[in-house]
């Protein structure tokens, strides 16, 4: 069977998953990759194979590496196709697996290649990768500027590199194409509106996706019958509201940058906010200085290009701890002797602060499903691996019904097997509390391989 590549380009990150398509069954994940710290070189490198027949005879390690020749993310490409390569042919040189039992890993086999595009703007559906798509998406970079970029990159390189493979793009915001018009508008002139696509658009669709199904799955819904507020938590962090196994809310809007504060974005702030923040004004307002000035010796003029590069470079937790660790935020929000002073504050600050505006959408998300919610989900990074965090939300929301938290079933997520782990101490409680290990390469392929079109 063909093969599938599913790529999902990050800000300064690239992460590959390699699968074979199932006749009757899902995708098969036969191997990973992952690259950090693209543009802070030195690159970190980490290729693992997870089912392939006959790899334990092949240098496969998962062991990670320093590499010094990855200096973007068309070169983090170009190097996993070339350890692909030297792969397959390690495998095909393998003699305990029996011929009818090898899997031919060659580039040659890879039908499609998946990308990960965080904004589609007006294209609610995967589309395959022409000149005329290709230019679209590059026309909306401005509205998703960490990823929209990375990822037209990594498809230029996919394109030369695996020139017969066919690109595709799936989009973060399909899985938002059924917000009701007055959620998805905003309060500004509508033909104006209509004629820019200044309209909620919302992110993190493909997880979305993931979280719809497999908690459906886990529960014993149909996903048309689902209701969940689901909290997609990482570097990016977002909140949606889904009712019947669609999008009916969520907290990002035009771009990423509104609703939740997260590792360098400022999530939603007062739009003046911006010009008061870069004004050459004395910042000193307690003793007498201006908040701001519209006098021409200190009024500063902020371009559009410096406004967006602040919001979504030089907010958020880094901002508020000086980090965008947010393991080390917690650590030092909450110190676990009595020895260790608490760096009170910066660190509880943040933390603070980001579960306050994850309790706003979930209150709000609440009243729109009517109090219908089969499940409150944590998915992304910091939602599937911050117990804390975890512990905190859980702890606030038992007052709307939900389950109470178990501690010992938090802190046992990452022991705990299964896409999807149950935190709470439900009894009679219909309203659960989930963890949901999300996988956006994994529902790209899942998608691609059901789409007959395609192959």
Not at 373 to 383: E, Q
Not at 425 to 432: A, D, F, S
Not at 443 to 450: K, P, V
């Amino acid at each position: 069977m063909p093969l599938i590549l599913a790529v999902n380009a990050g800000s300064s990150s690239l992460k590959i998953s390699l699968f074979q398509r199932q006749a009757n069954d899902p995708p098969r994940l036969l191997l990973t990759s992952s690259t950090s710290s693209i543009s802070s070189p030195p690159a970190k490198f980490k290729f693992k194979v997870i089912d392939v027949p006959g790899s334990e005879s092949t240098s496969s390690g998962d062991k990670e590496s320093v590499e010094v020749d990855i200096q973007d993310h068309e070169s983090a490409f170009e190097h996993f196709v070339q350890r692909l390569a030297r792969y397959a042919e390690d495998l095909k040189q393998a003699t305990q697996v029996p011929e009818e039992g090898r899997l031919n890993l060659e580039l040659s086999q890879i039908r499609n290649v998946c990308h990960r595009v965080v904004h589609g703007g007006n294209y609610l559906e995967p589309v395959a990768i022409t000149e005329q798509t290709y230019h679209h998406i590059e026309r909306l970079s401005d509205l998703a500027p960490l990823h929209n970029g990375a990822a037209l990159r990594v498809i230029h390189a996919a394109m030369a590199v695996l020139p017969n493979s066919r690109s595709i793009a799936f989009f973060d915001t399909a899985f938002h194409k059924h917000l009701p018009a007055h959620v998805a508008a905003y309060a500004i002139d509508q033909n104006v509106a209509k004629k820019r696509g200044l309209r909620k658009y919302g992110f993190h669709g493909l997880s979305y996706a993931f979280i719809t199904r497999s908690v459906a799955q886990y529960l014993g819904e149909d996903p048309s019958q689902l209701n969940i507020i689901a909290l997609h938590i990482g570097s990016g962090a977002s909140a949606c509201a889904i009712r019947g196994g669609k999008s009916i809310d969520t907290s990002m809007g035009l771009t990423p940058l509104s609703g939740l504060p997260g590792a360098t974005r400022a999530g939603d702030i007062d739009p003046s906010l911006i010009f008061h923040y870069t004004s050459q004004a004395s910042l000193d307002v307690e003793n007498g200085g201006r908040i701001l000035s519209h006098k021409g010796d200190v009024a500063r003029e902020v371009h559009i290009s410096d406004a967006e590069r602040i919001l979504n470079t030089e907010m958020g937790w880094k901002a508020l701890a000086g980090t965008t660790d947010f393991g080390e935020i917690v650590r030092k929000a909450f110190p676990r002797s009595v020895s260790e002073k608490p760096d009170d504050n910066e660190f509880a600050l943040a933390f603070n602060l980001l579960l306050d505006r994850i309790l706003h959408f979930v209150g709000a998300y609440y009243l729109v499903l009517q109090g219908h919610v089969h499940a409150l989900v944590f998915a992304g990074g910091v939602g599937e691996h911050s117990i804390e965090l975890r512990s905190k939300v859980g702890e606030a929301v038992s007052c709307l019904g939900f389950a109470a938290v178990d501690e010992r079933e938090n802190a046992g997520v990452q022991e705990k097997k299964g896409v999807v782990v149950d935190i709470g101490n439900t009894g009679q409680c219909r309203k659960r509390v989930l963890v949901c290990r999300t996988d956006e390469q994994g529902e790209m392929a899942r998608e691609c391989s059901t789409i007959d079109d395609f192959w």
